[in-house]
């Protein structure tokens, strides 16, 4: 049978389709023009049987629901063969009669139906005849298939039912090949079982590798790319279980609202917003490695080495109800949830792992992650873009000061960052304009270090010194806390005295707790009250507590005890009691 009389309908058709990629409309117009004919194929073991009788006595065809049913069912016993191997005789219905002329004689038909031709008409047979929907969504197959299914699905659709193209959108894939990009053979013996990749890594990893690879084109499959992505595997689930392990005692119902959010944690939120973004995206594209990769990225970049290593002295240290606890909380759990929901398509089973060991809120479909829409953007808590310029510029700080924290550490002069005071030196306009726009950032518990300062004289001495790489005029200077308060001198002792009240001292001695002497440790202590009397400290002393307190708490000067100070005081002594020996 001849395409010419619809070869222009059938390119015009492809118009309406989305191909992923683009070039796939180019490759199916210039195949279906170059098409002659198309459908029935004489050579046997190209094609199937086409289930057709000739009456022997009128010539007439005959195909009818009985004859049909009595070759499906052997068909069904002996497999599609059976017409090859018995006569017309054994294939009718016993008793059979022409419906035409009431003969009895009958012969087959001895032509075979083109393969494609049989899986062209699928659409019809399968969409429309038996579930009732038509055009499919979207078809997916391998590169050959646009000289076969795709192109006998277009052709059929177009030439018999005079309809368009039966899909909306067209996929394709490349081939598998081994590390090497060499096909497959089992007489190479480089193919790779499923069941073996199952069996040693998990289902999950197979997953990711089909999720990870630019399937347009020939995707590579070896047991070192396995080893590989189980690493990836492991970053992510490690990810996970730190946010499950401090979501134990959460409720998601009560998540901090926006205004009550730290701004760290409505940082780490704006982050999870773009990542939403970027693999809705990549969904609907069917871009599968860039919501794998960017997943990835996001838990090894934002929050491994940034986020969740900041906010572990909140989380570990804080009142188990502290504002600043359950403002982490909350945005671990929108991270968590969301991040779980977005891999779910890639990671099924991992993903459902979590989902059933978190907790959720009401009206979350808790039997299953895939049973859930994907989270959108969590607007409300996203900051502003002026704000993530701030924060991109601490950031850009940290990493400055990050690099003299390792050469301090590889000097021997810190062990633990928290170890170390920070002195920053603005010698330009740029590191002069970074330090003024992070004023408003909290220094110490971004760059997990004791305290931070800003000077304009030169080192203290015996510091480890240097500049940065994003800001070269900034100078980073690095001390232990011990040399900063050696270097405070009695003035600054007498200060800090002062600011550790005679009620207080008093009321700590009564309790057995601590007898307040100024020292050098209590110097230390004290200029780092604002990081951590707050957090740490503040559970320790009971809310009865009448402290009727005058203290200083980082300025210079004395102000009246009210409510602030009235929990200062309350986490001055909790954190003295807890943590300090006289």
Not at 254 to 264: D, I
Request: charge should be negative; include cysteine.
């Amino acid at each position: 049978c001849s395409v010419e009389s619809f070869k222009d309908a059938a390119c015009a058709a492809c118009d309406d389709v989305r191909w992923l990629p683009a070039w796939g409309i180019d490759r199916m117009k210039a195949m279906i023009r170059e098409r002659a004919d198309w459908c029935i194929s004489r050579q046997r073991r190209w094609g199937l049987p086409i289930p057709v009788f000739y009456c022997k006595d009128c010539g007439k065809p005959v195909c009818t629901d009985e004859t049909i049913a009595k070759i499906s069912k052997l068909f069904g016993e002996f497999g599609s063969n059976v017409w090859f191997e018995k006569d017309a005789d054994e294939l009718v219905p016993e008793g059979f009669a022409c419906p035409h002329c009431g003969g009895r004689h009958f012969e087959k038909e001895t032509d075979t139906l083109d393969g494609w031709f049989d899986s062209g008409s699928t659409h019809f047979a399968s969409m429309q005849k038996d579930q009732g929907f038509w055009p499919a969504t979207v078809y997916l197959e391998g590169l050959d298939q646009y000289r076969g299914w795709f192109q006998s699905s277009l052709l059929t659709a177009v030439g018999a039912l005079g309809k368009g193209a039966p899909f909306k959108e067209c996929v394709t894939h490349g081939w598998t090949v081994d590390g090497e990009g060499k096909a497959m053979h089992k007489s190479l013996g480089n193919g790779v079982d499923p069941a073996d990749v199952f069996k040693k890594y998990g289902a999950d990893i197979c997953r990711l590798w089909a999720g990870s690879a630019d399937y347009h084109v020939d995707v590579r499959c070896s047991d070192e790319i396995f080893k590989q992505l189980s690493q990836n595997y492991l970053k992510f689930r490690n990810t996970a279980k730190f946010c499950l392990d401090n979501l134990t005692d959460f409720d998601p119902n009560q998540l901090t609202a926006p205004a009550g959010m730290e701004a760290l944690d409505r940082w780490a939120i704006t982050k999870l917003n773009e990542l939403l973004v970027r693999c809705e995206a990549a969904y609907q594209n069917y871009e599968f490695l860039t919501v794998s990769h960017a997943v990835n990225d996001f838990c090894v970049v934002t929050l491994s080495s940034l986020y969740l290593d900041i906010i572990k002295d909140r989380l570990y240290c804080d009142g188990a109800d502290s504002a600043a606890r359950r403002s982490a909380q909350s945005a671990l759990w929108i991270i968590l949830d969301a991040m779980t929901k977005v891999f779910a398509p890639i990671l099924a089973f991992t993903c459902d792992e979590i989902w059933l060991q978190m907790p959720h809120r009401n009206g979350d479909d808790g039997r299953n992650v895939l049973l859930n829409q994907m989270s959108k953007p969590y607007a409300d808590y996203a900051l502003s873009d002026a704000e993530m310029a701030v924060w991109e510029t601490a950031l850009r700080v940290r990493s400055d000061v990050n690099g003299v924290l390792e050469t301090a550490r590889a000097d021997k002069r810190i062990g633990k960052s928290l170890e170390a005071h920070v002195a920053l030196f603005a010698n330009d306009e740029d590191a002069k304009a970074a330090l003024d726009a992070v004023k408003s950032v909290d220094l110490p518990e971004i760059f997990i270090v004791s305290n931070v300062s800003t000077n304009k004289t030169a080192p203290a001495e015996g510091a480890v010194a240097g500049q940065g790489v994003n800001f070269p005029g900034l100078t980073v200077a690095v001390t232990d806390r011990d040399s900063v308060v050696a270097a405070a001198g009695s003035a600054r002792r007498d200060l800090i005295g002062k600011r550790i009240s005679t009620e207080l001292e008093q009321i700590m001695e009564d309790r057995g707790i601590y007898r307040a002497v100024p020292s050098e440790r209590s110097v230390f202590v004290t200029e780092s009250l604002d990081r951590y009397c707050a957090t740490i400290a503040a559970p320790i002393i009971s809310e009865g507590d009448a402290l009727g307190l005058v203290v200083f708490i980082g300025t210079e000067g004395e102000s009246a005890a009210g409510e602030t100070e009235y929990k200062l005081a309350q986490a001055i002594a909790g954190f003295l009691g807890k943590h300090m020996e006289s």
